[in-house]
């Protein structure tokens, strides 16, 4: 069989071992300087843990507590994508600013995700992304208003805080701050995306400060939200990497991996085996750590855990108009999480799911201990609950030539059915999705939902925003023969759920004391970091880039089209 041949080629320069964000990073970087790169996958597919399945794949590699009625999405199963991971990216990211000068652009379209939200006090109050924001908010108080805007100026005046401030730590430098504690949760969860007691402890002022800054920028770059979004989810991102090293003569192996690390005298990495036993020449080797624990068993190590619980619910129609983003703190009743809980939802216009069907992602970091997963998955079920609950009234902006449409969708309680009225002057239009030219080399394209047609250029670098002409809030509910029999069987009580799946990732990474006898030229990476956010993704890559071929550019800005072909 073809997966067992053997490769022609057997010395290569770097050999990856994953193809996770990272992995794809560090392979993509390395083909581009000119190095001879073999990259090997386990997996029938790209991504690792950012991989995009579809149903059946899902099911198959994660088993999902399923929850409602399977039955019918299987009707359109190969409608569906699941994203193992879902992340988040700034607009204006280190990341964003990489994809841009490269022109992996061409190979990836992203939209804005909707407003924000944060669940306090028993209710989902809206995250200010502008000042205009927040002095309309009506959820905080004018003095609270004052405060945060006298933060928000303080801390872009970083060059005026001493060095010891700044190496301190920042959750301790927000509790000291004159902030109440909504305003600290709208910073350390919403802003910053902590996710764990551990990164409360390690991110310093200066990391803090930075990434307020970034979100600071981000807003009104590419859209009035300030995160971006892959369409057709985040193994976009993986693959857009693999095609460049492709490009550049890598080669690619899925449904392989290695066995053996064989070590000289002088700790240094001369070859591997792989899984078929063919023999392969490197002069580095990169490597996650899962793999390299089965490699290397004489060396000893201590593998650091966490644990991604997630639970992706499938509802018949939207509960926050367009694409939202929403935190729930730590300790938050009736929940009593210890660590906070990330929850997107996206609608068809993500090429996430089929219309008229929406899918909420609820994402958890829980202790590398936990091994009964059946109470945080009940927990996440009650959150897509609670939220399915939600009334909100929706204005949408005055168009031209139309008519101000405004969507009201309410909950009742007592008859435990949902309502959409929708009023529009025209007839809906399928989203569009704008496409870069040639003319426009150093420009990512983004897509909005939530205004009225128009194009904006920021920057010399720029990005095209384009809407789309379809009003996300005017949505039909329309109940099938199945959704009724789903409802006969009280699993939920909301009509609007369909089916929730829940499982749970391992991440896995090695602290740096904690492998002896590491060869030289082997370089791991972590699986996982942040799960709400890819800026750490890209430090990561360049980290271990660096240590291979210092004085190299990490993607250094090139005008050939990387195979993309010009009109």
């Known amino acids: 069989m073809a997966e067992n041949l053997s490769l022609d080629v057997t010395e290569f320069d770097v050999i990856v071992i994953g193809t996770s964000l990272v992995g794809s990073l560090v392979a993509g970087a390395c083909s581009r300087i000119g190095k001879k790169v073999l990259h090997f996958d386990k997996n029938n597919n790209y991504g690792a843990n950012n991989a995009t399945l579809t149903l059946q794949e899902f099911i198959n590699e994660v088993q999902p507590k399923i929850k409602g009625n399977f039955e019918l999405l299987k009707l359109k199963e190969r409608r569906f994508n699941f994203d193992l991971l879902v992340k988040l990216i700034y607009s204006a990211s280190s990341f964003i600013k990489t994809l841009i000068k490269t022109k992996i652009t061409h190979y990836i379209d992203f939209l804005c995700v909707g407003q924000g939200y944060m669940y306090i006090d028993q209710t989902f109050k809206q995250i200010p992304c502008s000042k205009a924001d927040v002095f309309r908010n009506k959820h905080l108080g004018l003095l609270e208003k004052r405060k945060l805007m006298k933060f928000i100026t303080t801390c872009q005046a970083v060059d005026q805080l001493s060095p010891e401030i700044l190496e301190s730590n920042f959750f301790k430098f927000i509790q000291e701050q004159d902030l109440s504690d909504q305003l600290r949760a709208f910073i350390l969860y919403s802003i910053c995306l902590l996710n764990t007691e551990e990164e409360l402890q390690k991110t310093t002022?200066?990391?803090?400060?930075?990434?307020?800054?970034?979100?600071?920028?981000s807003i009104g770059r590419y859209g009035p939200n300030p995160f971006l979004y892959?369409?057709?989810?985040t193994c976009e991102i993986a693959q857009a990497f693999c095609r460049v090293a492709a490009v550049n003569q890598a080669l690619y192996v899925l449904r392989r991996s290695i066995t053996e690390i064989n070590v000289d005298e002088n700790n240094i990495a001369t070859s591997v085996k792989c899984t078929i036993g063919q023999n392969l020449k490197t002069n580095h080797l990169v490597i996650e750590p899962t793999i390299l624990q089965s490699c290397l068993p004489t060396s000893t190590r201590v593998l650091i855990k966490e644990k991604i619980v997630r639970c992706i619910?499938?509802?018949?129609?939207?509960?926050?108009?367009?694409?939202?983003?929403?935190?729930?703190?730590?300790?938050?009743?009736?929940?009593?999480?210890?660590?906070?809980?990330?929850?997107?939802?996206?609608?068809?216009?993500?090429?996430?799911?089929?219309?008229?069907?929406?899918?909420?992602?609820?994402?958890?970091?829980?202790?590398?201990?936990?091994?009964?997963?059946?109470?945080?998955?009940?927990?996440?079920?009650?959150?897509?609950?609670?939220?399915?609950?939600?009334?909100?009234?929706?204005?949408?902006?005055?168009?031209?030539?139309?008519?101000?449409?405004?969507?009201?969708?309410?909950?009742?309680?007592?008859?435990?059915?949902?309502?959409?009225?929708?009023?529009?002057?025209?007839?809906?239009?399928?989203?569009?999705?704008?496409t870069t030219t040639a003319s426009e080399p150093q420009s990512i394209t983004t897509t909005t939902t939530s205004e009225p047609q128009q194009s904006t250029t920021s920057e010399p670098q720029s990005i095209t925003t384009t809407t789309a002409s379809e009003p996300q809030q005017s949505i039909t509910t329309t109940t099938t023969a199945s959704e009724s029999q789903q409802s006969?069987?009280?699993?939920?009580?909301?009509?609007?759920?369909?089916?929730?799946?829940?499982?749970?990732?391992?991440?896995?990474?090695?602290?740096?004391?904690s492998v002896t006898n590491l060869p030289k030229n082997v370089h791991i990476y972590k699986q996982v970091f942040n799960h709400a956010s890819l800026e750490n993704e890209i430090e990561e890559a360049t980290k271990i880039f660096n240590e291979m071929y210092p004085g190299e550019e990490f993607y250094p800005e090139v005008e050939e089209n990387m195979g993309y072909q010009e009109e």
């Open 488 to 513: 006969t069987k009280k699993e939920f009580k909301s009509d609007k759920i369909i089916t929730t799946l829940s499982f749970f990732i391992n991440s896995e990474s090695l602290t740096d004391d």
């Open 230 to 233: 892959p369409i057709y989810g």
């Open 313 to 434: 619910a499938i509802l018949n129609q939207p509960i926050f108009p367009n694409s939202a983003f929403i935190v729930i703190p730590p300790n938050t009743h009736p929940f009593n999480n210890h660590n906070p809980i990330q929850v997107l939802q996206f609608d068809s216009t993500f090429q996430l799911c089929p219309k008229p069907y929406v899918i909420l992602h609820l994402s958890m970091t829980c202790n590398a201990n936990q091994t009964d997963f059946n109470p945080v998955f009940d927990m996440l079920n009650e959150i897509v609950e609670i939220i399915c609950q939600y009334k909100v009234e929706i204005e949408s902006p005055e168009e031209n030539n139309t008519q101000s449409t405004t969507t009201t969708t309410t909950t009742t309680s007592e008859s435990q059915q949902s309502t959409t009225t929708t009023t529009s002057a025209t007839e809906p239009q399928q989203s569009t999705t704008t």
């Open 205 to 217: 002022v200066a990391q803090g400060l930075k990434a307020l800054q970034i979100y600071i920028s």
